[in-house]
């Protein structure tokens, strides 16, 4: 009887430590839970992978969504920025560099991708009684900056494409509203 007992305690114990453990296992970070519930597009999988890594970290300007969508063999990858409330005061020059660092993180996260587009956008007033969904939706929110970057781009001519506002579309009266002179 005492050799049971023990026994049926041994396992008891055994089971515990490996529940405990699994469980620990098991708890997923703050950056998988952020990189699966903002991923989006058809290649959600895709966007999950980039996901994880771009959340690892706390960006000035906040990544709000990270999109995958493939066609055949072209994989576009797509990063959406939240243009207000800012983590902390940020300068043009700043951002450049935000923008920069996502996009070699986009594309270090999934080699296959050709191109990550990159956009800023603000949320607009939405009026009391105002369709926002379906057919006759108003929009909710604006696009104020916008990039598109292709693989093999040199983190040197984006950085001067950036600067230089060349093939960019960045909205002035927001840029001087959003950013800290610097």
Same mark, same amino acid.
């Given at each position: 009887?005492?050799?049971?007992?023990?026994?049926?305690?041994?396992?008891?114990?055994?089971?515990?430590?490996? @529940?405990?453990?699994?469980?620990?296992?098991?708890?997923?970070?703050?950056?998988?839970?952020?990189?699966?519930?903002?991923?989006?597009?058809?290649?959600?999988?895709?966007?999950?992978?980039?996901? #994880?890594? @771009?959340?690892?970290?706390?960006?000035?300007? !906040?990544?709000?969504?990270?999109?995958?969508? !493939?066609?055949?063999?072209?994989? #576009?990858?797509?990063?959406?920025?939240?243009?207000? &409330?800012?983590?902390?005061?940020?300068?043009?020059?700043?951002?450049?560099?935000?923008?920069?660092?996502?996009?070699? !993180?986009?594309?270090?996260?999934?080699? !296959?991708?050709?191109?990550?587009?990159?956009?800023?956008?603000?949320?607009?007033?939405?009026? &009391?009684?105002?369709? #926002?969904?379906?057919?006759?939706? &108003?929009?909710?929110?604006?696009?104020?900056?916008?990039?598109?970057?292709?693989?093999?781009?040199?983190?040197?001519?984006?950085?001067?494409?950036?600067?230089?506002?060349?093939?960019?579309?960045?909205?002035?009266?927001?840029?001087?509203?959003?950013?800290?002179?610097?």
């Amino acid at each position: 009887m005492r050799s049971r007992t023990s026994a049926t305690a041994s396992i008891a114990l055994a089971l515990a430590l490996f @529940v405990s453990f699994a469980a620990q296992a098991a708890t997923p970070s703050v950056a998988d839970l952020d990189a699966r519930g903002r991923a989006g597009g058809n290649r959600r999988d895709i966007a999950t992978v980039v996901g #994880v890594r @771009v959340f690892a970290s706390t960006w000035p300007a !906040q990544v709000l969504q990270i999109l995958a969508n !493939q066609v055949g063999p072209n994989l #576009v990858l797509g990063m959406r920025l939240s243009g207000v &409330k800012f983590h902390h005061p940020l300068d043009r020059a700043g951002f450049d560099g935000e923008v920069g660092a996502l996009v070699t !993180q986009a594309f270090a996260s999934a080699p !296959q991708a050709e191109e990550v587009d990159v956009w800023v956008t603000v949320p607009l007033g939405v009026g &009391k009684g105002l369709v #926002v969904s379906g057919d006759l939706a &108003k929009p909710t929110m604006r696009t104020v900056f916008t990039i598109s970057v292709r693989r093999g781009e040199s983190p040197a001519s984006l950085a001067a494409r950036l600067h230089a506002g060349a093939n960019v579309f960045l909205e002035q009266e927001w840029a001087r509203s959003a950013f800290t002179k610097g």
